[in-house]
């Protein structure tokens, strides 16, 4: 099929822009000694995780359990689950998990290692537990080296949980200095910390100039978008994932009305500012996209030259291109003109 | 099943507060005379739609011909789709829908007319139009009573449209002044406005007190969001859709971090300022979500006299139910502590 074809509106995703996005990201973990696990949680689509995992990925990240047992599904056997997993119908579902492939979770308190804990001896099965440390965002995580000893030493207690390091995200410049006292404290208490994994698409920014790191998580990477570009991470050039969209209405001479509203790119402005409207008009750069409706986006063109007709396309990058993929049930993968593959997002609105 | 044994995050909608606001807004139409047309862009969901025209609906209002299509599927027969159609294979599904229901779309356009005439004379399938007047949102719609009488003429011309009125969305004070001059203008021209619809779940503070509204559109009455208490539109015991939570982390002493995030909840604001946050938490009136991430949401505790441990569920209505409930592909619909219907919401995602 060609692109002209496709119904708007619709994701696409360049092939050869995505392809370069994993490997340059894989490069950068080989030079350094990274294992590397994407976080399917931008694309949730099983075949681009294979991609991840074919350029030399050691495994995956999800965050919610769902995600993991679309992931699981389809093939792939190595699993971080980056959350705190609580509740028994959650940790049946993990041990079942637990029994198909090698598994990993983070946790950050003893109520949750209780949990997980008496699940896997009940169950029989074996889980690795990264203690997850708060290194300055404040959302999840212990909050000193002294609470992640005092976890490890639970762990010991468990004989089917297994204490595999230390994580953190995001990374920031921050956790080098709170590994660091990790490190001295553990070493005094004779405790090993086995690995450091430290998430982030903008990891290769800072990982390889800490001490310690082993491990690297990164999602948005594999698309980038908007928010990507605004923090340095990237430039417009290697942003894979576009809305295809098409002018339905002309409210005025300058303004533009089309077919993609915040169903469809999200109300989600990641790194943007305000101002900057909801997305990034690959055709007309000077278009502001001033206000998002469910079904319609309002577009103000008049720092353009020339205004869009109904009935033509533009194309959208979004400002937070995991938000927008969470949307879709459907991405199409091009080259050039050609839509070459169909894929459902299948680990999409996989909350629980 | 009880509420309690409900994995987190989870949608759940109150059976009788939604029943009464269905009643309450068909009430209304009833004794002005309305017909009602519910927005299922709202719920999504088949089976409420069924309970809308059970209490009275004529027909059901979609925003994409895929939300339509799905009601259709699911037996409904009297459809306005409230948008531009545009493009050959739009237009086909179109004529495939026509030719199974009552079926009105709604119009802006000369583009978009002939599209839509040419289709019906190809197919032979009967559209009524309703000609979208622009009253102040500048979204979509014509600008002048003029142009709208031009679409007539054009409608005249293709023997299988029928112009079934003017419409507009949202209806605001200014929509009356707005269809005055053009129940003027027709008229002059002799030329009849056989309905006027409006749209807008406020159209009951309004509506009745316009001259010529026959139908009404309202979508997110069914459940009302925190976006509606705030507008006035009614109260928090007439917000129907929660979204039950559980808590995952304890950041610090006062900071409580939860299971529902941005893919949860939306970012989506609604008519809410953002230094509201993201949600209403029931049980904790004075807690603010300040931050959501895409699978936790980050609330702020300090103003109440206690703070949920780790594991304590809570709920929260959210700052606009439609972008909430587009996200989500069940919904569990409560009476009391009971779980009584599990909803596909089938339409969700639709956006083509």
């Known amino acids: 099929m060609v692109l002209d074809n496709l119904e708007t509106p619709s994701v696409i995703v360049d092939l050869d822009v995505m392809q370069r996005n994993i490997e340059a990201m894989q490069k950068y973990c080989d030079e350094h000694g990274f294992d590397f696990r994407p976080h399917i949680k931008t694309h949730k689509i ?92 404040h959302r999840t995580g212990v909050r000193t080296p002294q609470e992640a000893i005092q976890l490890v030493k639970e762990i010991q207690t468990y004989p089917n949980l297994e204490f595999r390091g230390l994580s953190t995200f995001p990374l920031k410049d921050a956790s080098g200095s709170w590994f660091e006292q990790a490190l001295g404290a553990f070493r005094a208490q004779g405790l090993e910390v086995p690995y450091i994994s430290a998430g982030s698409s903008a990891g290769p920014k800072i990982a390889h100039q800490l001490q310690g790191i082993r491990g690297l998580v990164a999602g948005t990477y594999v698309f980038y978008d908007r928010s990507s570009v605004e923090i340095g991470l990237t430039d417009l050039d290697h942003c894979a994932a576009r809305v295809l969209a098409t002018v339905v209405s002309r409210p005025s001479d300058t303004l533009a009305t089309i077919d993609a509203g915040s169903k469809t790119l ?87």
């Open 46 to 137: 099983p075949e681009i995780a294979h991609l991840q995992l074919q350029a030399g990925a050691v495994g995956i990240t999800c965050q919610k359990i769902g995600e993991a047992e679309v992931m699981a599904a389809a093939g792939i056997r190595d699993i971080l689950i980056y959350y705190n997993i609580i509740g028994p119908a959650k940790l049946e579902r993990l041990s079942r998990l637990a029994k198909r492939v090698h598994l990993s979770v983070a946790v950050d308190s003893s109520q949750v290692l209780q949990g997980l804990g008496e699940m896997t001896d009940r169950e029989n099965c074996r889980i690795g537990i990264f203690i997850d440390c708060d290194t300055g965002l």
């Open 266 to 352: 999200s109300s989600d402005f990641g790194y943007m500012k305000d101002g900057n409207g909801y997305g990034y008009v690959v055709e007309y750069p000077e278009a502001r996209i001033f206000s998002l409706s469910e079904e319609h986006g309002q577009i103000d063109f008049s720092g353009c030259s020339r205004v869009p007709e109904v009935g033509e396309r533009i194309s959208v990058i979004p400002n937070h291109v995991c938000a927008m993929m969470n949307l879709h049930d459907t991405v199409y993968g091009v080259r050039r003109d050609r839509v070459e593959a169909v894929w459902d997002v299948a680990a999409r609105g996989k909350v629980k």
